[in-house]
């Protein structure tokens, strides 16, 4: 191993060693009150040392979020490989698959969502902003491709595969959100699961219905 590549790879080990503390520190203190320097002491270097991998905790944040958007879209390819699918077993493996990515780290997802609709994207570098958007855009492709397909069999009433694919994305960002509000207020009402199954079940019937009346 030449000394330039031994560099890249500490370097590259450095980087996930303070996203493994800031993980850490903004489950523990929240993003708000969570600071460089918090998430220095985490990882035992100087406040300095993390400016060298991150522009700021904006991008510091953002960046924990690059991994739950790959296994994201690897889960997605996964759900609709089988090429002989009808509509309902496309929605409920998606739908599955949007939840075991939940399960595999709802703190980094409800990020992804935060990012959504927050200035911090603003403050970003623009390398991982790029990053973000190709992950982004791959995963709503694929949902946009997945209704285009039904629409061309007859399927499904044919509406803008994109809208549709924004709205089954806003679905489920949406009563994730919502239900972790209501676990902060009160566990006892907290019921992900269900409501999604809900949500999934009320868009397959309004695409159906509509298609059997025209």
Known sequence: M?????KERERERRRQDIMVAARRVFSARGYEKATMED????????????????????????????RV???LNVKFDHALAEGD???DTKLDRLMDALLEVYAYDPLILNNVFHLQSSETLKSVSDELLVEINI????ALRTL????????????????????????????????????ETKRM????????????????DLLRRGLKVQQDLN
């Open 2 to 6: 030449g000394i330039q590549e031994r």
């Open 39 to 66: 998430i220095a002491r985490e990882v035992e270097l100087s406040p300095g040392t993390l400016y060298l991998y991150f522009k700021n905790k904006d991008d510091l944040y953002a960046s924990l979020n690059l």
């Open 69 to 71: 958007l790959q296994f």
């Open 85 to 87: 699918m009808d509509f």
């Open 135 to 138: 992950l982004s855009r791959r």
């Open 144 to 179: 946009a491709g997945m209704f285009a397909e039904e629409i061309e069999k007859g399927s499904i009433v044919a509406h803008n595969p994109t809208a549709l694919a924004d709205m089954l994305w806003g679905l489920f960002s949406g009563t994730v959100l919502w239900e």
């Open 185 to 200: 207020i009160n566990a006892e009402r907290y019921q992900l699961k269900d409501s999604i199954r809900i949500g999934f």
